[in-house]
């Protein structure tokens, strides 16, 4: 029971959130050297270069040298097991990347200093609140020319609508950049960028603030000193109450690239984590610590290896300990059974394990029984824990097959994606299944689409994207929405479920349509 308690105590599972560019692949790089698990910087590039992302392996992803799906990547670092999960990192990214945000216990947010908050981050915020998970910010790029650190955290409180609280600070930025001031301990740990064997990094040296005049010069020593002081007065004081109900956020400011402020962030972070916390099922919360194992799938992935043709369910395990080989209850299911080939994955390699904790995330072998949401729980209880949203598709087409003697691939191979949550499929009200509306959240969901109804369906289509961009859940399922009133340009759609959705083409119809039909409730995620 102790090794179980400290198996669970030292797990710190997160995700890092960023706009395309803003460093997330470089910081975790730079994690994952820190943590022994790779050797070389370059290692984890994803981007179309003759390395590899450790993450890449679905042909499509080879093709183009990006990264379409998620993945975990396990190390150790000072005591603690770190389950970073990664995420897509292309503009096109999917619905993975939300889901995967479920699995996580908290955020690291990279931002780059030049730009501030951008789209992709407001996005992938905004799912981190469905959840309230603390969310740690990492001010990128200082070494580059930024925005002043008064005006990033302005726009990060109100964009995101969360309060920060700089843990260091800044002391100029570019060929300027002088270090970062530890506001705890009041010491400047300082900057300089050299050069190593083609890799740049920094040249550090920790002197107090109070003796850096010499050091920073008279300008920037002076402005350090006007800064601390409206800092001390004006900014939200750390809470750590507060960080960890997401309501603020603990800042820092450094240089991936550099290796610059990494190993602090790194630090702070896994101390103000907590492992594990208990996740809601509809039997109330479950302790993360109790004996008992339980887990849920949030991600199915098929086809990974074109030999075996297998799907696979990610799990992420929220109590007790999972041993090869034990039998669990599949609650959606209703029945006992093993969970078979468990593995880790990174890269191309898939380890098998044979234990994993509380805060770990397994591949399964999924037998075409499981869905993203499911429980798995001890064989002795029965309980599932709340579903995974519905995230709204942001683009939508209508496929048709090419060649109508395939008619039933078609129809086999566009639900069964669907099911496996790559795409999502609706039915305009009053139409039969001859023309099926695809809703993605990332245009390369399409690709990914046809790319797999041809290689492993055999059937060829043809798409015509609609000019939808905002979709609608109808929060009265019985509602007949062929009555509402001003929708002629809106889309009337149902889901998988049978439930009744709109499709506006901009956002403004979207308030015209709830402002002509009173008493009407409109949903952005679908929990059901
Ligand atoms: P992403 O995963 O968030 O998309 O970003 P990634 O780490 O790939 O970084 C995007 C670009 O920004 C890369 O340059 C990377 O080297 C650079 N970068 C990341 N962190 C820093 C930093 O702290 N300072 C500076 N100056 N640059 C940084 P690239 O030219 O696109 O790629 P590469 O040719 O260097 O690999």
Redesign the pocket.
Known sequence: MAGLKNEIQRRRTFAII????????????KFLLYGGAINTA?SV???A?SRHAVSDWMEIEKQRGISVTSSVLQFSYQGYCINLLDTP?HQDFSEDTYRTLMAADSAVM?IDASKGVEAQTKKLFKVCLLRDIPVFTFI?????DANDPFDLMDEIERELGIRTCPVNWPVGSGKQFQGVYDRNTKMITTFRAVSTGGQ?EAETSVIKAEESRGRIGDAFYEQLMEDIELLDGACEEFDMEKVSRGKLSPVFF?????N?GVETFLDHFLQMTTPPLPRISDEGLIDPFSEDFSAFVFKIQANMNKNHRDRIAFIRICSGKFDAGMEVYHVQGERKLKLSQPQQLMAQDRRIVEEAYAGDIIGVFDPGMFSIGDTFCAANRKFAFEGIPTFAPEHFARIRQVDTMKRKQFVKGVNQIAQEGAIQIFQEINSGMEEIIVGVVGVLQFDVLKFRLEHEYGCEIRMENLPYEHIRWVKDRTMDITKLKGVSDVKKVRDLKGNPLLLFSNIWSVQMVLDRNEGLELLEFDRS
């Open positions: 960023s706009h395309p560019d803003a460093g997330k692949t470089t910081l975790t790089e370059g590039k994803g981007k270069t990192g990279v990128n790029k200082m070494d580059l740049k450094g240089s991936a690239l550099t610059f």
